[in-house]
């Protein structure tokens, strides 16, 4: 009964959180919080481990810790193995700008050490924008599984010896779970780096620990199955609310791994949420078994580990090879799910179910069958001699690496300019506040103005290197007495002392990785100083979409009659893209004071314009992006 709920109800939870996991992959910004597919993951692992092993302990006194491990190693290794030589071997003939680290990532790995090497090792904003993401990021859960397995069984051998009673396991268990929690939120809060919070396994226990809590005071063979209707009622209406929170939590956007309330209790109340949706289908008295089972679950289910594994090297080395995934948006990613699905059930039935199942004796016969002239197994053959060479070329790839120098990235020229242009922004928008704050506002005409800049063109022309950017002298002239506040991410950050050359009465506020929710607080931070102008400039949306209600919300916070310049966005290797650009159409036909800077159209066929990301501008393309700006700027500007 209990191994038949394992493999029906659990392979259809594990395919829902596989199936989050992978569209949180391809796509974080709309399916927000599929990253939570790794706590249902680990709370699966915590009860069904801990249940297995009390169990044993109830019935025989005694558990066999080295059948555990035996059968751990056979389980999880050999698929692993696979992926990091099947990577390894890809790298080294398709992709050499990853062999920087492979041996390190490799060895990790295999150490089970994985999350802790991220933490040290994580990639920078600048490094993934270079098309140099990591293809095993993904891998840090298999680590914490690693240690959980290596640990645990110890951990319940001292917890069965000195805590004699159920009650006081359970509250050891559900304390230290707890303490994980907590753990993870006041380190949030004391400003340590995110990766430390999300890659922990002191941070991430609490989804292990809640699941072998829920195991001391839930065991599966104890539960009842001599229910009433009424009883049932409950366990299934229990059960609907849990998955209820669950799906509504995947799509919160206060789930969004960059915001507070994810480490200040958000992912605890998922867990809380898994751990009694698991209880639920565990229990014979409710039907959520019966409704999690299904062929399409138990096959997704029975190849989750699979899909895990593949998911993130199909994506990364697929949108390597590809261009504009913008225009895509559909095709692609069921181009990369067909992928990570055949390459799933390739290892599934090569690898995984035929060495889960593995003996010396087994492994001793095929050998000999292997290299007898006589057997006519051609496909065991062929299997083979493809194992060898993938072997062969991967494990070439992982010694070369040591050797390879690693490209820092963060000393590159956009990353350097970014930084010498936010110290200057820094400085500049002191100096300019203060003025802002001890000036009045004054309305001039802008008949009169054009009319000063006319004669100024020709009497005093100025910045007349960017005129060959098209834009003219006397649109340069009126950009200088714009004031203007603009807030903006890194693509603006790469291009604030080109635009402060234009509009030196500006403030410009521009910074790496800012989504649209960052704008709200920095409006507010302006306007609690007096130094939002009637001019305001936004430059936000390279790092994901954001829904229409935001942008509602961003106008009415700045107010009709504040003109407001949008810049849309030019990043192709991103889904996004066309969402953004078109919802700031539709957002510019509903608000009479918002105009769109249309640079997207203006640079798509101009690739000299960027950097390899094709998204940040070059010098060159910083004083194209920038005289766009400062032009339609000049012509709708309130003075």
């Given at each position: 009964m209990t191994k038949n709920r394992f493999i029906t109800g659990y392979s259809g939870l594990r395919a829902l959180a596989v199936i989050g996991v992978i569209l949180y992959h391809l796509n974080p910004n709309t399916f927000v919080g599929g990253y939570l597919g790794v706590p249902i993951f680990f709370v699966l692992s915590g009860y069904l481990v801990t249940d297995h092993m009390?169990?044993?302990?109830?019935?025989?006194?005694?558990?066999?810790?080295?059948?555990?491990?035996?059968?751990?190693?056979?389980?999880?290794?050999?698929?692993?193995?696979?992926?990091?030589?099947?990577?390894?071997?890809?790298?080294?003939?398709?992709?050499?700008?990853?062999?920087v680290k492979l041996a390190q990532i490799v060895v990790a790995n295999l150490l089970n050490v994985y999350n802790f090497w991220q933490i040290i090792n994580g990639q920078s904003y600048f490094e993934r924008f270079a098309t140099n993401e990591s293809p095993f990021t993904h891998l840090w859960t298999m680590s914490i599984n690693g240690q959980f397995y290596l640990l645990w069984p110890i951990v319940i051998y001292l917890l069965v010896k000195f805590s004699k009673k159920r009650k006081t396991t359970f509250w050891i268990l559900f304390g230290a779970s707890l303490a994980s929690a907590l753990e993870m939120a006041l380190l949030y809060h004391s400003g340590v780096d995110i990766n430390r919070i999300y890659y922990g396994t002191d941070t991430r226990f609490f989804s292990l620990g809640l699941g072998?809590?829920?195991?001391?005071?839930?065991?599966?063979?104890?539960?009842?199955?001599?229910?009433?209707?009424?009883?049932?009622?409950?366990?299934?209406?229990?059960g609907l609310v849990a998955l209820v929170g669950l799906i509504w939590l995947f799509f919160s956007p206060q789930m969004d791994p960059e915001h507070s309330f994810t480490y200040n209790g958000g992912m605890l109340l998922f867990t809380v949420l898994t751990v009694i949706l698991v209880g639920i289908i565990a229990h014979p008295g409710?039907?959520?078994?019966?409704?999690?089972?299904?062929?399409?679950?138990?096959?997704?289910?029975?190849?989750?580990?699979?899909?895990?594994?593949?998911?993130?090297?199909?994506?990364?080395?697929?949108?390597?090879?590809?261009?504009?995934?913008?225009?895509?948006?559909?095709?692609?990613?069921?181009?990369?799910?067909?992928?990570?699905?055949?390459?799933?059930?390739?290892?599934?039935?090569?690898?995984?179910?035929?060495?889960?199942?593995?003996?010396w004796v087994k492994l001793k016969n095929y050998c000999s069958q292997l290299f007898k002239k006589s057997t006519t197994n051609?496909?065991?053959?062929?299997?083979?001699?493809?194992?060898?060479?993938?072997?062969?070329?991967?494990?070439?790839?992982?010694?070369?690496?040591?050797?390879?120098?690693?490209?820092?990235?963060?000393?590159?020229?956009?990353?350097?300019?970014?930084?010498?242009?936010?110290?200057?922004?820094?400085?500049?928008?002191?100096?300019?506040?203060?003025?802002?704050?001890?000036?009045?506002?004054k309305t001039r005409q802008r008949t009169k103005l054009v009319n000063e800049a006319r004669r100024a063109a020709k009497s005093r022309p100025v910045n007349q290197s960017f005129e060959k950017y098209g834009i003219s002298q006397l649109d340069l002239q009126l950009a200088r007495k714009v004031q203007l506040t603009a807030v903006g991410d890194s693509v603006m950050a790469g291009s604030s002392d080109t635009l402060r050359q234009l509009m030196p009465k500006a403030v410009i506020d521009a910074?790496?990785?800012?989504?649209?929710?960052?704008?709200?607080?920095?409006?507010?931070?302006?306007?609690?100083?007096?130094?939002?102008?009637?001019?305001?400039?936004?430059?936000?949306?390279?790092?994901?979409?954001?829904?229409?209600?935001?942008?509602?919300?961003?106008?009415?916070?700045?107010?009709?009659?504040?003109?407001?310049?949008w810049i849309n966005t030019h990043v192709p290797s991103k889904p996004w893209?066309?969402?953004?650009?078109?919802?700031?159409?539709?957002?510019?036909?509903?608000?009479?004071?918002?105009?769109?800077?249309?640079?997207?159209?203006?640079?798509?066929?101009?690739?000299?314009?960027?950097?390899?990301?094709?998204?940040?501008?070059?010098?060159?393309?910083?004083?194209?992006?920038s005289a766009l700006i400062a032009k339609t700027i000049a012509k709708h500007a309130r003075f």
């Open positions: 009390l169990k044993a302990y109830r019935e025989q006194g005694y558990y066999d810790q080295h059948k555990f491990y035996f059968g751990r190693i056979k389980k999880l290794y050999p698929p692993l193995i696979a992926v990091l030589w099947l990577s390894a071997a890809y790298i080294f003939l398709f992709q050499r700008n990853l062999l072998a809590t829920l195991a001391v005071i839930w065991p599966m063979e104890k539960l009842r199955t001599d229910v009433t209707i009424t009883d049932t009622c409950i366990l299934d209406g229990v409710s039907h959520w078994n019966k409704w999690l089972t299904n062929p399409v679950f138990n096959w997704i289910g029975s190849r989750s580990y699979g899909i895990y594994l593949y998911q993130f090297p199909v994506m990364i080395f697929f949108e390597d090879k590809v261009t504009n995934v913008a225009d895509h948006v559909f095709l692609y990613p069921l181009i990369e799910i067909a992928l990570i699905l055949i390459l799933s059930e390739i290892s599934y039935r090569l690898i995984e179910r035929p060495l889960g199942k593995i003996t051609y496909f065991a053959k062929l299997q083979a001699i493809i194992s060898c060479l993938v072997f062969l070329i991967g494990t070439t790839a992982i010694l070369i690496s040591p050797t390879v120098k690693a490209r820092d990235f963060n000393r590159s020229q956009l990353a350097t300019r970014i930084r010498v242009n936010q110290v200057q922004q820094k400085k500049d928008n002191q100096v300019l506040i203060t003025k802002l704050q001890k000036a009045k506002k910074a790496v990785s800012r989504q649209l929710n960052a704008a709200f607080g920095l409006i507010s931070q302006y306007q609690a100083q007096k130094a939002l102008d009637n001019n305001v400039l936004i430059g936000l949306g390279t790092n994901g979409p954001f829904p229409m209600s935001d942008l509602d919300q961003l106008m009415k916070q700045v107010g009709p009659k504040t003109q407001v310049f893209q066309n969402q953004v650009n078109n919802l700031l159409e539709t957002a510019a036909k509903k608000y009479r004071n918002l105009i769109i800077i249309d640079w997207y159209n203006y640079s798509k066929k101009h690739p000299s314009w960027f950097y390899q990301d094709n998204t940040h501008p070059t010098p060159v393309g910083s004083k194209y992006y």
